[in-house]
């Protein structure tokens, strides 16, 4: 089965920083990833799509690129708001394997 | 409004079952597959078991195989996960997430919370 690595495990950094997450997948998928954001507490919510697709309502300072086995998800200015785990995830088959997660705190 | 609602959870012994439901609205629900991922306390998204519209293909995670059973009622707007034989480390909240075209999961339920401990 293919594997989904998350790095870094969790970070903390300043309202209007960049931030810059990485999922490598030991495999290639294609784009067939995945980013969900899961505030505390509550239920994960989708966020990019297909690597680079931005789901309607995700606000523009949230980016994904990449592709094959390495991929990014980028917050181009980190608001209070964005406080949350980021996940993420293959679909190209089955198992649908998430990766361990980043949780993203404000400094 | 587009919705999945999941019940069933509880307590539940060591060895024991129990069978979480996933009401669905707001969509035709016939046009999907569907998932469960489950979280447990503290931990990760896991991904659990996926069945595809009409029920023509279905697959578990390595941890379940053999123990779950996925099942979906497209006359009632119904998603069904059978749990048998459960375990000390299935606590977890299991959520059921819609597998929108493509395959990412864009419509999540609220989460059942399942406990499984003597």
């Known amino acids: 089965d293919i594997q989904m690595t998350q790095s870094p495990s969790s970070l903390s950094a300043s309202v209007g920083d960049r931030v810059t997450i990485t999922c490598r997948a030991s495999?290639?998928?294609?784009?067939?990833l995945a980013w969900y954001q899961q505030k505390p507490g509550k239920v994960p919510k989708l966020l990019i799509s297909?690597?680079?697709t931005l789901q309607s309502g995700v606000p523009s300072r949230f980016s994904g690129s990449g592709s094959g086995t390495d991929f990014t998800l980028t917050i181009s200015s980190l608001q209070p708001e964005d406080v949350a785990t980021y996940y993420c995830?293959?679909?190209?088959?089955?198992?649908?394997?998430f990766g361990g997660g980043t949780k993203v705190e404000i400094k | 409004e587009v919705q999945l609602v999941e019940s069933g959870g509880g307590l539940v012994q060591p060895g024991g079952s129990l069978r979480l439901s996933c009401a669905a609205s707001?969509?035709?629900?016939?046009?999907?597959?569907f998932n469960w991922v489950r979280q447990a306390p503290g931990k990760g998204l896991e991904w659990v078991s996926f069945?595809?519209?009409?029920?023509?293909?279905?697959f578990y995670a390595d941890s379940v195989e053999g123990r779950f059973s996925i099942s979906r009622d497209d006359a009632k707007n119904s998603l069904y996960l059978q749990m048998n034989s459960l375990r000390d480390g299935d606590t977890a909240v299991y959520y059921c997430?819609?597998?929108?075209?493509?395959?990412?999961?864009?419509?999540w339920g609220q989460g059942t919370m399942v406990t499984v401990s003597s």
């Open positions: 707001g969509f035709t629900f016939n046009n999907y597959a």
């Open positions: 495999q290639d998928i294609s784009n067939f």
């Open positions: 995830q293959k679909y190209i088959n089955a198992p649908k394997t």
């Open positions: 069945i595809t519209a009409g029920s023509t293909s279905i």
């Open positions: 297909a690597a680079s």
């Open positions: 997430a819609r597998d929108r075209a493509g395959g990412s999961f864009d419509i």
